[in-house]
């Protein structure tokens, strides 16, 4: 699923020659706190609510603001899982997409994020999170499938990442397809692997902040 898919083209950008209560209006209309700011089809940065409130002078405009994630773009051809991160790394509630010349294509909110994340059967699923820490050089996703499959559990997705504070080292999520994950975090152990954390959903998933919480302990961020 990629970002240009995910594009929300019902919310339009402000310009910087704007003011501060055109923005405002906006944001009440659209129901957003946050909105990206384009000139000459160049993503500038993003202006919020709180931003403007702060200020106090609704005559100001949208340019003469610090403008907020500048750099919080991802090419339209991106996965969902780099608006995921963007969005959660500048702790803002929209992402913006540009094409190959840099120029802006629209947003993805939030919420549209959360509803393509529930066509992904992974995170629909119901079944247990295991997060596991292991050097580099000791990674073997074959090793550990082996391993987990001997209890009769399946793996329905993998995350890798780089452990940041040590580059030797890497996280893996994987989600199983069992809610009991027990048995599995004991072969893991007496094999010597590392758990970082594991959840066990007990539930179904019933709305969206719900599916957007497990993404979170899914991908560790």
Sequence with gaps: MIAESLINHSI?????SDNSQKALLWMEEL???QLPV???RIFKGMISEELILENNNIEALV??????AENCYVQKEQHLLDVIKLSTDYNVDIVSVVNEKGHFQGI?????TIKALSQLSAIRSPGGIIILSMRQIDYSLAE?????EENHVKILSTYVYDDPDDPSNLHLTIKLNSQEITRVIATLERFNYQIEARFEET???SNEQERFDILMKYLNI
Excluded: E, H, Q
């Design 12 to 16: 339009p950008p402000l310009k910087s």
């Design 31 to 33: 129901r957003m706190n």
């Design 38 to 40: 384009v000139d000459k």
């Design 63 to 68: 340019g003469d603001y610090d403008l907020l």
């Design 108 to 112: 993805i909110t939030l919420n549209d």
């Design 144 to 148: 550990i499938t082996r391993l987990i």
């Design 203 to 205: 539930t179904n998933i």
